[in-house]
T-cell receptor, first 116, second 114 residues
Framework: GAVVSQHPSRVICKSGTSVKIECRSL??????MFWYRQFPKQSLMLMAT?????????EQGVEKDKFLINHASLTLSTLTVTSAHPEDSSFYIC????????????FGPGTRLTVL | DAKTTQPNSMESNEEEPVHLPCNHS???????IHWYRQLPSQGPEYVIH???SNVNNRMASLAIAEDRKSSTLILHRATLRDAAVYYC???????????????FGKGTKLSVIP
């Protein structure tokens, strides 16, 4: 099946710094990718839809100026958490749909962000 | 999106079959039933999906009630590696890449006992 990778797998940063998380589709192209956030013992919450060549679409309540999304190519989307605070500590997961019309989503392994 | 209801947790003995139920009484005629699972500290992975007919693949079987208001994910022989949270998700028919987004509920945490 298709593979989606994320980098880094885990990151620890100081409060106030910015962190960039990369999501790559390794063997297929993805014009759309999705970013989710998962707090401990909770379910995944969709944050935004990343669109190649255009602006991301953010879910209600997600600050677009804090969570910057750039979908620069057909295989790469990045999420930058700007001025991170401890409450941003979470498990961030990206996903991409398979080939056009496919009903399958492929998820990355996730990035564990800890803000001190 | 139509809502799904799943038990919070279930237990199974290793090498026994597991039936994970999902209720979706408000499902619409064009909603597909998807199942994903999430192993600890990993991203979710696709398990199976269907519309009306029962479906089988190498991972599991999906039994869909005739009125489509419920479905059951069947793991034929549970292994320790099947311990995960299983999510039952309804998604409408494909209408462009943006329609691929999935809305996750709380899922069922499956524990497998050796």
């Amino acid at each position: 099946g298709a593979v989606v990778s994320q980098h880094p797998s885990r990151v620890i940063c100081k409060s106030g710094t910015s962190v960039k998380i990369e999501c790559r589709s390794l063997d297929f192209q993805a014009t759309t990718m999705f970013w989710y956030r998962q707090f401990p013992k909770q379910s995944l919450m969709l944050m935004a839809t990343s669109n190649e060549g255009s602006k991301a679409t953010y879910e209600q309540g997600v600050e677009k100026d804090k969570f910057l999304i750039n979908h620069a190519s057909l295989t790469l989307s990045t999420l930058t958490v700007t001025s991170a605070h401890p409450e941003d500590s979470s498990f961030y997961i990206c996903s991409a749909p398979g080939t056009s019309g496919s009903d399958t989503q492929y998820f990355g392994p996730g990035t564990r962000l800890t803000v001190l | 999106d139509a809502k799904t209801t799943q038990p919070n947790s279930m237990e199974s003995n290793e090498e026994e079959p597991v039936h994970l139920p999902c209720n979706h009484s408000t499902i619409s005629g064009t909603d597909y039933i998807h199942w994903y699972r999430q192993l600890p500290s990993q991203g979710p992975e696709y398990v199976i999906h269907g519309l009306t007919s029962n479906v089988n693949n190498r991972m599991a079987s999906l039994a869909i009630a005739e009125d489509r208001k419920s479905s059951t994910l069947i793991l034929h022989r549970a292994t320790l590696r099947d311990a995960a949270v299983y999510y039952c998700i309804l998604r409408g028919a494909y209408s462009g890449a943006g329609s691929y987004q999935l809305t996750f509920g709380k899922g069922t945490k499956l524990s497998v006992i050796p």
